[in-house]
Structure formats: C-alpha cells, structure tokens
C-alpha cells in the first residue's frame, strides 16, 4: 500500500513521540503543514524563522530531547541559520526539515533556488555548523534518512541536522513498509560507561590531592547527571566550579559550589581553580571566556595543575589544556561508577569543614558587596536590583532565558539558580536574539512551570514577533527588559577603549531612544508595563506570575557594568600593555 509522504512523515512523528513542531509556512512545505491539520502534533507557529528555531532550541534544552523544526527554502532556512547554529555550538539535539525546489527542477534556477556553486545546494549552507546535512535525492531513501537524523541528533555529542527535502517529494506516494520497518529500530542508543580501573585511578587521584576540583560544563546538564555529580562532590566533600554553560548544575546555595569560572568570574572561584593541584573537568570544552583567554595567571593553570577530562566527544579532550587522564564517555553513567567506587574506596567519605566555612564566608562577603546596589531605589534601577527582585518573586525551579550583555554575564554571575536545568543561555554562540524566543520553548515543554526572559533592550528588538506566537499559541512567558538604551556592553567596551560609543547608543536628536516595549506588547495583545519607578517593579513582576498572560515589563536600567576579576585577551589587542579594563572610567 502507498500513501503521501507528507501523511507517513506526520504519523512517524506521532510514533516517535513528537508533540511540537517549530516552523513557518512556505510554498515548499505546505503539503506537511496539510499533514499537520489532524494530528495530535502541536504546530507552533512563528512569524520568523530564527524564533523557530530558539524556540525549539529552548524547548530541546528543556527536554533534553531532539526538537523539529519546519523551514521553508532559500530565506527561510537562511533565517533559520542563526538559531540552528546556536543550538549546535551549546550541543543541542535539533531535527531541521526544510522544503527545496522541486527534484526536476535542478539547476534551472526556479523561485528561491540556490544554485550559485551547484545545482539546489542550499543544504550545504548547514554544512560548517549541522552534525550532517542531507539532501534527499530519492523519495524511498526519506524513511531511513529521517531515522538517521534524529539518531545522529541525540548520540553522542547532541546536536542539530538537516534534512533537506524537495518539495516534490512530501507530495509523493511510497509504500507504507519503508516507514513501518523503522518502528523495529530502537529510539535510544546505549551509552559509553567507564571501567572500574579507570574509576578507580580518577578517584585516587582525588584522594591523594591536596587541593582538587570539580569543574562542570553543560555536558553535565545535557546528560541529565547533576544527582550524580552532587552525591559524587558530598561523599569526597570536592568543591563545584562550572563554566557558563554549567551554571545550576547544582543549586547554587549549595554549601560546596564555588560559582562561575573566567571573565566573569569571582575572586575565589578564579583562585581555587589556578591554585588547585587536581581537577576534574565534566562536560565542558573550557571555553575562552570561561578560562580568561587561557592565560595562565587568571583562571586556570595547566600545568602544574594536573587535568582529568571526562566528556562524550573526544575531540575536546586536550584541545585547550593538556590532560592527564582522559576519558570518553557519558557523564551520567560515569558519575556512577565514579560514586559506587567512591563508596567501595571511601565508605565513610570524607568531610571538608573549612572548605565549606570557607566558601559560606566568600559567599557572604560578595553578597554584602553588592548591597549597595540591591537596595538602590535609583531610576533607571540598577541591574542588580533588578536580578535580586526578579529572584526573590520566582519559585526556585521557575525557567530563566538570558540573551547577551548584562542579563548573560550578571546572571552567571550573580543570579542564583536552584533547579539543575532551569537556565537556558547562549554560551558558545552568544546569540543576541535567543532569550526571548528561547523561554517560548521552554514553556511549550513545561507549561505549569513560571518562564521568565530576561533580557536586554537590544536583544528583545531583534524579533519582537515572538510576541504574535506568544499570544496566538497562548504561551504565557514573562519577558523582563533590562532596558538601558543601548548595546550596553559593547557600549562601556568601546567608551574604555576608544573614548567614544559611535554605533552602540540607541539615541534620536541626541537623547535616549528606544521603542516602549509594553505598548508595543500591548498592542499583539498581550499584557505589558513599563516600570516608573524601582519600587513598583516587584509588584508588577508578581503580578506578571500571578497572571498567566504573555507580559512585557519595561523597565529602565542603569548601564552598570559587571565587575570582574577575570581577563579577556581582547582588552589586550584593544589597548596593549595599557591594562585598561572593560569599564569606561567616565
């Protein structure tokens, strides 16, 4: 029996357990959206593609499970890009399924083909940052190209892949049983553990160090292992370092977490890991930033420190630090082994008092810091009350989405997250434009859990149309402001360096400019406010929770920048041997 492929295409999804895809209409895939009309499948439907695709990057760091995203050809894959390589560069599971010109149409240039190089390659667009790009050639091969995809997508090192389809062939009939056949394929790879010897050598080594650390990355997050990671830090009471990407991999009240490596770093976490004789790296490819450039006085120093590197994907063991132990593996069933052999090793643990007084003492001392701040009543308010307010109003496994600038780093930073998970931020893309779609993702996956954006001005103004989903679909996100008037960060970068902030003002006739974001809220139809005054917006926040809505809160912020003790190598090309900071002195 032959049925469409657009229809078996639609029911596979069902079966695979797919309840949401990401996508807008095009003349190349309207024959799947027809598909669509009486499945159970949920279409959440953007008005641009890079939402579509930040939304269903949020919604697969939510899951933990590949997400599907429905692209149009030519400009709407292109569109898409953005997102796409945001979510591969933070290793997120995504399934790309994009409409292209009809098969028999190669090389004649219809409407939107790309074919500058080679006849329909608009697939190869995908090619630098996509797992795999697949051009479906032959209507038979989809079935099991499909099956390929998600699989690729979720093994591994997680990440996106595109499954370029002419639009001829959703609108083609094969035999059902080139699809039946796939429900015979498992749906989850068994994953690589570590042996016993290995365990054992990694655990000892930790025994007999003076000075060791955990340093989690997002793999941790990714491989859903933060109980392991936790029972595995309290049994040898081994302090939790974590990049950017790791941030909540415990809660960060934590009696052992140390807090976020790098430029934006503190005082403590910096100098335990460059003074630590031992560390255990999970999960993380140490980034420049979370590593202050790699230099050695900073952050982190290998050697004479010594580095165990435990991560799914071999190519980022040694590739920033040299290693002495190496292991390839899944960090959730690693941590097991690591914790039974712990036990067997070291049945009674081992107790770290100072280290716990110690970090309760720094913890204490950075928050009285930042007092002075939190308690300002100041308008525009300061981003510290701002962080410290939205914190105090939120449940602790409340969804936070970050952007760029002050919400990115102040966040990592500053903000405490409770729930591992619960943060979702653009780490190796740094993507201005991911927070705001981001947290429609989120609350598709978890629509009885709080979602809140916090985000800057510049990065909300990039595609406010997540405003029209928002409403259309009734997904009631939170969207905070952080409006300053500008390209804050860059802003106090460029004002330090250069004496000037040409290009990163928002400005009109000379004075602060920038749409009112509530008004504009208002007018797709959801609820918005803009903040007069620091007091109010802890009332309006609640009230924003309290609601249920999709919510635009407005509020003014001063351009206060994130202090550091951390480096960043590009202040050293900016301004050589000069030591000038990234904050402007006037």
Not at 65 to 78: I, M, W
Not at 415 to 425: D, K, M, R, V
Request: contains cysteine; glycine residues 8%.
């Amino acid at each position: 029996m032959k049925q469409l492929i657009s229809h078996q295409l639609v029911r596979y999804l069902e079966d695979r357990g797919v309840e949401h895809i990401f996508g807008l209409c095009g003349h190349t895939n309207i024959a799947v959206l027809t598909a669509l009309e009486d499945s159970k499948i949920r279409l959440i439907n953007t008005r641009h593609e890079q939402i579509a695709a930040h939304a269903a990057d949020g919604y697969a760091r939510a899951t933990k499970k590949a997400s599907v995203v429905l692209s149009h050809l030519g400009p709407g894959l292109t569109n898409a890009a953005t997102g796409v390589a945001n979510a591969a560069l933070d290793s997120i599971p995504m399934v790309v399924i994009a409409g292209d010109i009809p098969s028999y149409y190669y090389g004649k240039h219809p409407h939107q083909e790309i074919n500058l190089h080679a006849d329909a390659s608009q697939w190869e667009i995908y090619r630098p940052f996509v797992k795999r790009a697949w051009r479906v050639d032959t209507p038979e091969l989809f079935p099991e190209i499909l099956e390929k995809a998600f699989q690729l997508a979720e093994s591994g090192r997680p990440g996106p892949v595109l499954v370029n389809v002419p639009m001829d062939f959703f609108s083609r009939e094969i035999d059902v049983s080139l699809f039946t056949r796939l429900r015979h394929h498992t749906k989850a790879l068994q994953k690589p553990s570590i042996d016993d010897v290995t365990a054992k050598k990694i655990v000892q080594a930790l025994l007999d160090a003076k000075d060791p650390v955990i340093y989690a990355g997002g793999g941790v997050i990714l491989a859903d292992a933060a109980e392991e990671l936790r029972a595995f830090a309290e049994h040898l009471s081994l302090p939790v370092a974590h990049s950017l990407m790791g941030k909540g991999v415990l809660p960060d009240d934590h009696e052992l977490v140390l807090g976020m490596t790098g430029f934006w770093g503190t005082k403590l976490v910096n100098d335990k890991c460059r003074n630590a004789d031992w560390i255990v790296g999970l999960g993380t490819r140490f980034a420049e930033a979370d590593c202050s450039s790699w230099e050695n006085e900073f952050t982190f120093s290998f050697p004479p420190t010594k580095l165990i590197h435990i991560d799914i994907d071999s190519n980022e063991i040694g590739r920033n630090y040299p290693v002495e132990i190496g292991v390839v593996t899944d960090l959730k069933n690693a941590l097991t082994v690591l914790n039974r052999v712990a036990r067997e090793m070291l049945p009674e643990g081992r107790k770290n008092d100072a280290l716990r007084k110690e970090i309760a003492a720094f913890r204490e001392t950075f928050v009285a810091g930042n007092q002075k701040f939190v308690q300002d009543d100041c308008f525009p308010m300061m981003p510290e009350r701002i962080l410290s307010v939205v914190r105090e109003v939120l449940p602790r496994d409340a969804f936070i989405t970050t952007d760029v600038g002050w919400n990115k780093n102040g966040v990592g930073q500053q903000f405490p997250i409770y729930t591992p998970g619960s943060i979702l931020t653009p780490g190796g893309y740094c993507t201005m434009g991911f927070g705001a779609p981001a947290a429609l993702g989120a609350k598709v996956a978890f629509p009885d859990r709080v979602v809140v954006s916090l985000v800057g001005d510049g990065g909300f103004g990039q595609n406010p149309a997540v405003l029209a989903t928002a409403v259309e679909e009734n997904i009631p996100v939170i969207w905070v402001v952080m409006n300053n008037f500008a390209f804050g960060t860059i802003a106090g970068l460029q004002k330090a360096h250069y004496g000037t902030t040409t290009g990163t003002l928002f400005r009109k006739d000379g004075e602060p400019y920038q749409a009112d974001f509530a008004a504009v809220a208002r007018a797709y139809g959801a609820e918005g406010v803009k903040i007069e005054s620091a007091e109010q917006f802890k009332e309006v926040l609640a009230q924003a929770v309290k609601s249920n809505k999709p919510f635009v809160i407005d509020v003014a912020m001063k351009n206060n920048p994130v202090p550091t003790t951390g480096h960043w190598n590009i202040l050293d090309i900016y301004s050589p041997n000069a030591k000038v900071s990234h904050v402007s002195t006037d």
